[in-house]
């Protein structure tokens, strides 16, 4: 295959896409950007963008993997137009296609067996040549086809010249024709290969242009070779490099190859942040960072998708996400912990929590984990560390402050925090020695939010309930 750079743009028609992903039981992120940027190609140059299921592996293709493909698109804000398509709907259509090849001679039945083409292929090995299908079939008549044997229907593909793709991110390519072998297009039970469905189905929708992944770059010459036998419209093609890890091997499930809904609920990602990541993955603007979908849609174009492989960044893609939560609205925040808690719970003081929780937080599991100590029940579970920490002097420590508390009326962080630092100062310790008994009490655990904010959340009440249920009063314990 030869590589050459030049781009052609398709000014005509007005633009079509699709994403034709194949249920496989998750929605790859690899898979998501190619949707991604099929759908925001269309968006931007005021075209359309449809959907198609690829569901012809009938083992694979269940209600629910097709499920978690649609769920996915949905989460991420991805809408098509119109109704979405299957591709199973269309085998009568696939071998009505394959047969009119047939009767205008571009393609043929081939009798070769099983056994025939492995013999050939070993002997092919043995020689030290490469493979290659030189069917006799090709050029027999109608009249030689045996009566009652299997056969699989083949194209003719050119046996001189070369066929080239003006590719929009990989500039021009060219492969020998004499590369390309008569593939099949109907198998021996009659129904329709990959190669075959795609490029009908394509051409049915109107489709003007083709996004996907290079790993089908190859695919294009062979669908490329029906195309013409067929004189149709070529479409235009922009076969976009995969995503490789951080280290610069194929993506694999270590460096975060996971379906989008894993994202989500394993990750604790928002759609908005994947949205962004996925966008910059492969594809700029300058140095900017950050856009809306209105955005993404107004500035995206295939002149910005680079020709090397992006690497995926799970740090960056977590900061971003942090960035996302800190800017995210608080009751919308507060739902969704929610769901993660699984218990009904005061979304109304959950949302109040918003705003100190979500500074520390990179990911929704993290935020979930910090609003816990909000709805724990007393006697509070202690993780082992703060029961560690809850010796006789901290317990005795806490009578002490719950004494001071109880007649604090102004119950603001600031009031508090002042309140706190003046007994440490009284004390002569240091207002770590106070706030880790606290945090142990009132959290159950030795990392929280600040400690005047939990104080503050939890309110007076609850507060003192929480801190009392582990003080021990000591005999000598003076009332600051
Ligand atoms: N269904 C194919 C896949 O998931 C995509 C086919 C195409 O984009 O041409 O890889």
């Known amino acids: ?76 804000g991805l809408e098509f137009d119109g109704h979405t ?31 025939e083409l492995a013999a050939r292929r070993e002997k092919a090995r043995e020689e030290r040549k490469p493979f290659h299908i030189r069917s006799e079939w090709r050029d027999a008549s109608p009249s030689d086809w045996p009566e009652g044997q299997s056969y699989v229907v083949r194209i003719k593909t050119p046996r001189d010249g070369e066929t080239a793709i003006e590719d929009l991110v990989q500039g021009r390519v060219s492969v020998k024709n004499s590369e390309i072998d008569d593939f099949v297009l109907l198998r021996s039970d009659g129904s329709p290969t990959y190669m075959l469905a ?17 790993d089908h770059l190859n695919n294009a010459f062979r669908q490329l070779a029906i195309i013409q036998a067929m004189d149709w419209p070529e479409p235009e093609y922009a076969h976009i490099p995969l995503i490789h ?6 993506l694999s499930k270590r460096h975060g190859a996971m379906g989008v809904r894993a994202y989500r609920d394993e990750l604790g990602i928002l759609p908005e942040a994947l949205f962004n990541y996925l966008l910059r993955l492969g594809w700029g603007y300058g140095d900017r960072e950050e856009f809306t979908q209105d955005e993404a849609v107004e500035f995206f174009d295939i002149s910005g998708v680079g020709k090397s492989p992006s690497r995926f960044d799970m740090k960056k893609l977590l900061n971003l996400n942090g960035h996302y939560i800190r800017e995210a609205d608080n009751t919308r925040l507060a739902a969704l912990v929610a769901d993660r808690i699984g218990q009904s719970v005061d979304i109304e003081l959950l949302a109040s929590a918003m705003p100190v929780l979500k500074t520390r937080a990179r990911d929704m599991i993290e935020l979930a984990d910090g609003a816990a100590f909000l709805f724990k ?4 579970d202690l993780t082992d560390k703060a029961q560690a920490l809850l010796d006789s002097d901290a317990r005795g420590l ?3 402050i719950s004494g001071r508390l109880v007649k604090q009326n102004d119950w603001t ?15 002569g310790l240091g207002l770590g020695k106070l706030a880790q008994p606290l945090r142990a009490a009132l959290t ?29 009063p000591s005999n000598q314990t003076a009332e600051i």
């Open 1 to 76: 295959m030869a590589r050459d750079s030049g781009s052609t743009a398709n000014a005509e028609r007005p633009v079509v896409t699709r994403f034709a992903p194949s249920p496989t039981g998750m929605l790859h992120i690899g898979n998501a950007r190619t949707g991604l940027f099929s759908w925001l190609f269309a968006r931007h140059h005021g075209g359309k963008t449809l959907l198609r299921i690829e569901d012809t592996d009938k083992a694979r293709s269940t209600d629910e993997a097709i499920q978690v493909i649609l769920d996915g698109l949905d989460w991420l």
């Open 85 to 115: 398509y299957y591709q199973s709907q269309f085998e009568a259509r696939h071998a009505e296609v394959a047969n009119e090849l047939l009767e205008k001679g571009a393609a043929y039945r081939c009798y070769l067996t099983q056994e």
């Open 198 to 214: 795609v490029v009908v189905d394509d051409h049915d929708m109107g489709v003007t242009h083709i996004i996907r992944g290079d």
């Open 245 to 250: 890890g951080n280290d610069g091997a194929k």
């Open 377 to 380: 029940q007393r006697p509070l």
């Open 398 to 400: 806490l009578a002490q």
């Open 413 to 427: 962080t600031e009031a508090l925090e002042a309140s706190l630092k003046e007994m440490a100062e009284t004390l």
């Open 444 to 472: 159950g655990q030795t990392t929280s939010p600040g400690i005047f904010d939990v104080l503050s959340l939890l309110g007076k009440d609850e507060s003192l309930a929480r801190i009392d249920a582990q003080a021990i």
